[in-house]
């Protein structure tokens, strides 16, 4: 039964702590309870040490108060998640409340789901979607997003998405209805895209693909991205693992278009794009080939990225199997001097994968048969390493891998406990 009572768990001067704190009456430097409950403590006092009275109002008190007598939320962990911030800030947000902080009563014990409830109690006149509850409790690695709890704010008083306040991307109805059934692991902005593409009939594997792209979170360039994720989803035969290369060679069609006269994809069959794709990917591997072995910087304004290197992946392990002929091997490229060899022997850009390297948010694998070394038998296996995903595996020039490269992949990706997604396959 969810628990409906007035708790009070940190009773006597422990019951009473954070808003004496904020008003600026606790005497001591110390604060009882648990590790975690001390450590919110403080970060409060922290956050009204300089404040001034008007500051330390009463509706803010008056949430902490409610907050520490009847729920568990103040025992969660300072990392990961951050709850005094985002309490202080609903405090200072009084005026838009929706309802008296004094009748909250938590439905559940769990204090992660206790701050939802919360949330949910100040601010909603009616029920939304459950992705919103990222905006305030945003996923691991990510920062809150306060420009989605604006649009959240939008929703939960009543109005229509489309009308959200510094809502990037124009909507249509159908839109606007998918965005809103949007899956909860997503952000809010990743929802808007997640309802463009399937309002334009995509499923779920082509939306998460294309969330790998350049063009996931660019909605100044929708004129050209909308259509071209169009002409993809309506070609029910085009390789998924050819949409973030085919988005590439676009991001790069526009970036060199002259001014006055900008490229578009409107006209252009998809079978013309993807083969504009596959000679810009050859060119790309010899002329970065050539300017990197004349000293020549092209990848912006990081002075070290052509030497840099980087830690192997902590999670996921190489692998050798196999002997003579019928060895094969799954090795990490940690340079950027390897990325730059891989792209240039298959004909393809991973180069443009360095930053994310760099960065830890994607690694970079090869697939190689030492006792038989051809380009045929050969693998570039691109992984998302936030979410343990292999994004990409691509042969040579972009080809589809072969079914027993494919089966070598599967046994990599499932001793080391990787999604697999749909790696497009050659036919026997």
Request: proline fraction near 7%.
């Amino acid at each position: 039964m969810p628990s409906t009572t007035h708790i009070r768990r940190n009773s006597g001067i422990h019951g009473y702590v954070t808003p004496r704190i904020i008003q600026g009456s606790w005497p001591q430097r110390h604060y009882p309870g648990t590790s975690a409950f001390a450590a919110n403590c403080y970060l409060l006092s922290q956050a009204f040490r300089n404040a001034r009275y008007l500051e330390r109002n009463e509706p803010i008190a008056e949430l902490f108060r409610v907050v520490e007598a009847r729920s568990h939320i103040l025992q969660l962990s300072v990392d990961p998640f951050q709850i005094v911030p985002l309490l202080v800030r609903v405090g200072r947000m009084h005026e838009q409340w929706r309802r008296d902080i004094r009748a909250w009563r938590p439905q559940t014990d769990d204090a992660d789901e206790q701050v939802p409830e919360l949330i949910r109690h100040l601010f909603e006149l009616y029920p939304t979607s459950e992705f919103f509850v990222n905006t305030w409790l945003p996923l691991p690695g990510r920062p809150r997003d306060w420009r989605g709890f604006a649009w959240y704010l939008h929703v939960a008083g009543g109005g229509n998405v489309r009308t959200a306040p510094g809502i990037p991307a124009k909507l249509t109805r159908r839109a606007a209805h998918e965005m809103l059934q949007a899956p909860p692991i997503a952000t809010a902005t990743e929802a808007i895209r997640w309802g463009q593409l399937r309002a334009l009939g995509a499923c779920g594997n082509i939306v998460w693909r294309m969330f790998d792209t350049a063009a996931a979170y660019d909605f100044d360039n929708d004129d050209v991205w909308l259509p071209l994720f169009a002409k993809i989803i309506d070609d029910t035969n085009f390789p998924i693992n050819q949409v973030a290369p085919l988005v590439d060679y676009v991001h790069h069609r526009m970036n060199q278009a002259p001014v006055d006269r900008p490229f578009t994809v409107k006209g252009r069959p998809l079978d013309s794009l993807t083969r504009g794709m596959e000679r810009w990917h050859v060119e790309l591997g010899q002329e970065q080939r050539a300017l990197y072995d004349l000293g020549a910087n092209t990848w912006g304004d990081q002075e070290d990225l052509r030497t840099a290197t980087w830690d192997p992946q902590p999670k996921i392990s190489a692998m050798h199997r196999g002997k003579g002929e019928r060895s094969w091997e799954i090795v990490e490229l940690r340079s950027f001097s390897e990325l730059l060899d891989e792209g240039a022997a298959m004909h393809h850009c991973i180069v443009s994968y360095a930053h994310e390297c760099v960065d830890g948010s994607s690694s970079v694998w090869s697939m190689r048969c030492p006792g038989q070394e051809t380009l045929a038998n050969r693998v570039t296996v691109h992984v998302s390493t936030h979410n343990r995903y292999i994004a990409e595996a691509r042969g040579f020039a972009n080809a589809p891998i072969s079914p027993s490269a494919f089966r070598r992949l599967s046994y990599w990706a499932r001793e080391n406990k990787l999604d697999l997604g749909r790696v497009p396959v050659q036919s026997n």
